[in-house]
């Protein structure tokens, strides 16, 4: 009893049992749900003897290095190969240029739980009620190979735990914490886990998070908060986007805080916008409204322009969304 309904299961199990060769992808700047969703299918798909590649445009973040099989993630794709499966995204433009470009899958499969999710594949598995990617991989782990072993758990457990937000978020549903009980059970150590990925930063990450913080503003009204991220921050302090990861939560942290966002500066005039809201405003809507997604408390998009042009812009926008949300 999952969320995955049996004929779609069902056809998803007999594609993959189908294909021979697999390439599975995932979406640019992955995080944990990403990777961890990409190795935990591959190690399931790899030990039923199929050929798969696993690819991302973007390497593995450091805090994923330690995953079973993070060393196999790479950006070549082969010439072809029998079945394309599209994890945590849904559109092959997430996945970067290339894969967008790539022609070689004679088959594709779409495992996503994005609120803003498109239907692209020829199969598509999407469910916004699953806590994480992770959480579908573990429903269709359970078909495939129902003894499935410690690798493969480390993966799941790990997509679960950073996509709630280490089972905090409203995401934490009973089956996320059903799957990551039984996970355990099966070899994970949840304080390895959460060293590797919570407690293992270089010191630049600490650097780069002291002037990140600097930047701390807040809305006139309390409710609206923001940091900024610059490519001279970096510089500075030998870090890279990487390791923004999780910064975003300072500003909501704030009491009265209602959406947080992080503005980086990725190009001249070209930044990447990060939501977090704590629920009264869906950040998703908003980041849609200029060509992003993401989930309801969790989301992002691109701005060209100044920054201060851009921090005007954004903190009007969550004005005007908790104006009609309260
Ligand atoms: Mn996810």
Same mark, same amino acid.
């Not at 690819?55 to 950006?75: C, H, I, M, Q, W």
């Given at each position: 009893m999952g969320l995955i309904g049996p004929e779609e299961m069902a056809a998803a199990f007999d594609t993959l049992e189908k294909a021979r060769t697999v390439v599975i992808a995932t979406?640019?700047?992955?995080?944990?749900?990403?990777?961890?969703?990409?190795? *935990?299918?591959?190690?399931?798909?790899?030990?039923? *003897?199929?050929?798969?590649?696993?690819?991302?445009?973007?390497?593995?973040?450091?805090?994923?290095?330690?995953?079973?099989?993070?060393?196999? #993630?790479?950006?070549?794709?082969?010439?072809?190969?029998?079945?394309?499966?599209?994890?945590?995204?849904?559109?092959? %433009?997430?996945?970067?240029?290339?894969?967008?470009?790539?022609r070689g899958a004679a088959k594709s499969l779409c495992i996503d739980h994005h609120l803003?999710?498109?239907? %692209?594949?020829?199969?598509?598995?999407?469910?916004?009620? !699953?806590?994480?990617?992770?959480?579908?991989?573990?429903?269709?782990a359970l078909a495939l190979d129902p003894d499935f072993g410690a690798d493969v758990a480390v993966n799941l457990y790990t997509a679960i735990l950073t996509d709630t937000g280490s089972f905090r978020y409203s995401n934490a549903s009973p089956a996320a914490f059903a799957a990551a009980g039984d996970l355990v059970r099966r070899g994970v150590n949840p304080w390895d886990v959460t060293q590797q990925v919570y407690e293992s930063h270089p010191l630049a990450r600490i650097k780069l998070l002291a002037l990140v913080l600097e930047t701390l503003e807040i809305s006139p009204s309390g409710q609206a908060a923001s940091v900024t991220v610059?490519?001279?921050?970096?510089?500075?302090?030998?870090?890279?986007?990487?390791?923004?990861?999780?910064?975003?939560?300072?500003?909501?942290?704030?009491?009265?805080? %209602? #959406?947080?966002?992080? #503005?980086?500066?990725?190009?001249?005039? %070209?930044?990447?916008?990060?939501?977090?809201?704590?629920?009264?405003?869906?950040?998703?809507?908003? !980041?849609?409204?200029?060509g992003g997604g993401g989930h309801h408390n969790a989301a992002g998009c691109r701005m060209r322009g100044t920054l201060a042009e851009i921090n005007r812009r954004v903190f009007s926008l969550i004005e005007e969304r908790l104006g009609s949300a309260s």
């Open positions: 979406h640019i700047d992955p995080d944990g749900d990403a990777v961890g969703s990409a190795l *935990g299918l591959a190690g399931l798909l790899s030990k039923r *003897g199929k050929e798969v590649a696993v690819y991302d445009r973007d390497p593995v973040p450091y805090n994923y290095k330690f995953l079973p099989g993070a060393e196999t #993630v790479s950006d070549r794709l082969p010439e072809s190969c029998d079945l394309l499966c599209l994890l945590d995204c849904s559109s092959r %433009e997430r996945a970067g240029e290339k894969l967008a470009a790539w803003t999710a498109a239907t %692209e594949a020829d199969i598509n598995l999407i469910y916004p009620e !699953a806590s994480a990617t992770g959480e579908l991989i573990y429903e269709l610059t490519r001279e921050m970096f510089a500075a302090t030998g870090s890279n986007s990487e390791f923004t990861d999780g910064m975003i939560n300072y500003p909501r942290s704030i009491a009265g805080v %209602e #959406v947080a966002f992080m #503005v980086r500066e990725t190009g001249d005039n %070209e930044y990447k916008i990060s939501f977090r809201s704590r629920g009264r405003v869906n950040v998703a809507e908003l !980041a849609a409204e200029y």
